[in-house]
Nanobody, 125 residues
C-alpha cells in the first residue's frame, strides 16, 4: 500500500509563490507516476502536472511556465513549485500516485490511483 501526505498549501497574493509537497510512504516500488490535480469550487478536478518514473513531465497549459513539478527520490517526496500565482489558481490541490494494482503474465500491468487528502491554495489580494 502507498500512503500520500501533502503539505504546503495556504494563502498568497497574486504574483506570489508557494511550494506544495507530497511525501509518499509504503510500497514505493509500485509507483509508476505521481502528480497533482486541483479542483476549484464548482469545477471539475483537473490535472495540473505529472511526473513519470522515467522522469518525463507533463503540465496543464494553464500552468506551463509558472509551475514546476519535481521529485526527491531520497526522501520519496514530490514537489510542486508554483510561481506567478493567479486568482484562478485557487483550488484544493490533490497529490496522486499511479501504482501497480496487478501484474500480468505477459508483462503488462493494471494501475490504480492513490490520492492524498488535498491542500487548499488561495490566491487573493
Amino acid at each position: 500500500q502507498v500512503q500520500l501526505m501533502e503539505s504546503g498549501g495556504g494563502s498568497v497574493q497574486p504574483g506570489g509563490s508557494l511550494r506544495l509537497s507530497c511525501a509518499a510512504s509504503g510500497d514505493i516500488s509500485s509507483i509508476n507516476a505521481m502528480g497533482w490535480h486541483r479542483q476549484a469550487p464548482g469545477q471539475r478536478r483537473e490535472l495540473v502536472a505529472a511526473i513519470r518514473s522515467a522522469g518525463t513531465t507533463v503540465y496543464a497549459a494553464s500552468v506551463k511556465g509558472r509551475f514546476t513539478i519535481s521529485e526527491d527520490n531520497a526522501s520519496n517526496t514530490m514537489y510542486l513549485q508554483m510561481t506567478s500565482l493567479k486568482p484562478e489558481d485557487t483550488a484544493v490541490y490533490y497529490c496522486y500516485a499511479e501504482v501497480v494494482a496487478q501484474r500480468y503474465s505477459d508483462g503488462t500491468y493494471r494501475y490504480r490511483e492513490i490520492w492524498g487528502q488535498g491542500t487548499l491554495v488561495t490566491v487573493s489580494s
